[in-house]
């Protein structure tokens, strides 16, 4: 079935030749025609152009979009949307003075929705899964990663896990898993941390790898969760799997993880709150992705990415959200556009082209998401009326999406 839509307010994101990922100023250029029109068939993008280029065609459904603005749907490189219940009270505690890692020290943070995730079967943690999936399509989301880490039991990842896979076969949007049984030391193992990584490495991976679980293995490359040794062992054991390196690293200090993640070519690093000058040197040249998620250090109150520095020395910047029940309740990519442009700096082209290009990019799949190009997915957002793409992240707060296409259909729940 095809789907002609013309005189297009503006077509934002397009590329006439596929990029994987735009790097320093590059990023500063957002391809756009004005007064355009786009031609998607089946679920592909198969023309566009300027209205008075437009071919002669016998098209059934044409719609009139002049008071619309399309750009890609946004791809969020680095979620954790399946877990079980909120952490309401750590929110409130945080309020009145603990810090996150105060709390985590107490026995909350990740262990607190480890035990929640524990006691909360598959069905129930698909449920609530499926109902944030189905939020952040309706913000614009077309296509996500999904980690684990909230199991830290053989049982409980591999239940994560399955939930992503029944969510990927059940809704259209792409979905990457990511494997982050290193999330945390579980307190079984407080005091036998290489018991645990031996767990991991020599029973979880094989059976993950077994059924297929994961595309990614990740690691919370940490002080007080695993050093950047135990960082190294557990994506080395990753990859002997098939599984793609990516971390999450200089969240609260900087350890020497980014170098170790380059070296062993991980996809991306993802946080980068707290960044050395060896840190960005280490990745300038790399394949790796730095991936900043600003609602987090909105939330945590923790500083944000240096993305100035690091896109003024010619790095690419991907964007994310992080959704997750501690550190960023919020699966909404279009605050996560406006933060990284009010307080990070970014234009709203860098932080357009961060938010799709680049993050498909982090996933892996640059070649299919994340641009308007001939022979790509149609996962678009189509905007409310609104003067100017620099709006959306302008009128932060407001919603400016009217409709989310994904493979070709505007998304409607299930
Ligand atoms: O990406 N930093 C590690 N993991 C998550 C937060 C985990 C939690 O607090 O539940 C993050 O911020
Ligand atoms: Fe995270």
Redesign the pocket.
Known sequence: MSKLFTHIQELVGIETISRHKVSGSEMKELHTIKDAFLLIENGLIADFGAMDTMPMMDIGSVTDASETIILPAWCDSHT?IVYAGNREQEFVDRILGLSYEEIANRGG??LN?AKKLQETNQEDLYNQSAKRLEEVIRLGTGAIEIKSGYGLTIEAEIKMLRVIKELKANYPIEIKATFLGA?AIPLAYKNKRKDYITLLTEEMLPLIAAENLADFIDV?CETGYFTVAETISILKAGKKFGLIPKI?VN?FTAIGGIKAAVENNALSVD?LEVMRPEDIQVLQGSTTMPVALPS?SYFLGIPYTPAREMIDSGLPLALAT?Y?????PSGNMNFVVSTACIKMKMTPEEAINAATLNGAYAMGISKTHGSICKGKKANLIFTKPIPSYGYLPYAFGSNTIDKVMLNGDFFESL
């Not at 997750?324 to 960023?328: E, L, Q």
Request: aromatic share 6%; charged share 5%.
């Open positions: 954790h943070g990740i929705s999330h919370f999450h969240q946080h987090c992080d997750n029940p501690g550190s960023t």
